[in-house]
């Protein structure tokens, strides 16, 4: 059954991971060859550091991507398919949610061949290292985490995705309105914090997101 | 009578000899016009200046600032604002700033960009200076009046030091970024002093920063292939006439060649190997060490790098080094690695996410 899921679903997500691991591949490499000479080992550091957000926006990019290519079929076709199916509806989730999973990975792959060889081709800096490793890793744990939000989201009903409009809508409102009144207080930037802190949902995608590091 | 007029008689009567009275008066006559003419335009220009100085006078604290009218309220709340913070980090020296005068304008036409102000600074002769745009909120116009104030205060210890700076004084403390910042200057600096410091050599640190009170610093802070360097990026301004002297250092390697040619370099255009962030953190740790005196004990200090931050920090400079020198070291960015908590937590939240998927009523 999961075989089978993971081939349908394939034919609906591979031009997505396709150009996901062109990218993926392509970034470190152009990372490294575009910092070929750096100024200094602190502009290496700085720019790399730039390159970083191109990580985070691709492992989000992946994980929006394949969850909601995940669910689109089901969706135009008003999950009659599904509901044709001798299976469980968990069951059913759970196949979508781990065929999900399974093509995060080649693009995961890519970064992590794409940094090893950038790394390893290119001299780097005394006093500085290279972290081919937990870049991908992070990135790994970013797309998953990026997935499984946005395939909940996708999953949820017409009403559920109000909600998570409605109180994203209800935090902006609020901010805007206690800046009316002149009060200082941080709505948005205190949300951001919860989400964005340590154990919060996107934590993982906060932090040092970088090949080149002390 | 005016000083143009008296002028205009001696400078007549020079030659007054050689023409007669009534030809004498006819020139005077005739230049009358002219002075009259010049007289009008200092006037104009005077009153045009005068004009453009905003009306209103607010007055908070140490700080005087000029306001357009309508710009009072804003005025007075980043000037309280900025007070505050001025006198608290810099304590009875921020009086200095008493005869400072700011200024604060409408900028450009109200219609077009209601959102922006005129910052400027009003000089001895009334004249406007370093005049920029900024946001038309207390925020914005607090900040500026706090770095204008902080780079007043820190022009009074000197060109040398200034330049040393390579800004105003911070009016706060250094923050984790920046400790990480530096932290990441010593580790990756190409110059030997500064891998000292970062091996524990206290003394190393203080040359890194160029504050170790050597005779000809340079041959301290930089060894002989840094020289060379140093020569061939310092040293293209006075190459011409020198040519063949920066051609044994620069091709040749001479360091003998190299050592002339930096000995020729103005001291204050070579830079001692750590960078500004590194130095205004020394600065700013000395300020923290030495709390609302310091800067009053700074300007009272000999005209020694060295002595004026041990004189902020109110203890020695070796001792303030060795505190920025373990705090620089202590101070670590976070590893690129992620932690198994935050992987722990990934995990846990893609298994949330997921049983909410699970949960759906979408098709049930």
Redesign the interface.
Known sequence: MFKAILKTQWKWTRLAVFLAVVVAFTMPLLSMNANALPESPRTLITNMQAWGAGYALLAAALGLLVAVLAWSSDHRGHHVYALALPVARWRYVLLRFGAGIVFLLPAIIALGISAEIATSTHPIPQGLHAYPLALTVRFAFAALVAFAVFFAISAASARAAGYILGAICVVLVAQFLTDAAGLNWQIVSHAVDILMGYPGILAVFSGRWTLIDV | MSAWAVLLLFGGARHGAAQTQAEYRARVQALIPVWKATSAERRAADSVRTRALPKDTVRVGVLLVLADSGLNDLARNAASRAAQVIQARFGESADILRTHVFALSKEGGASQRPAIVGIAEVDSSGRVTRGQSDMMTVDAVTRDLENRSARVLGERLGPAFAKWLGSGLADDSATTETWI?V???L????YHVARECYAGNVSACADALGIADENQPVMHWYDETERRIVAMRSGWQIRTGREELYRQCATQRVAAACDAFVNLIAPDQIQPPL?FPSRQNLVQLAFDLGGPGALARMLAAPNTRREQVAAAAGISADSLVSIWQRRALETR??????TW???A??????????A???G?????
């Open positions: 910042g932290r990441i200057d580790v990756t600096s190409p960078p960015a976070p590893n690129p690695s992620i908590g935050l992987a937590a990934s995990l846990l939240w893609t298994a949330i996410c997921g909410m998927a699970l759906s009523s979408r098709w049930r």
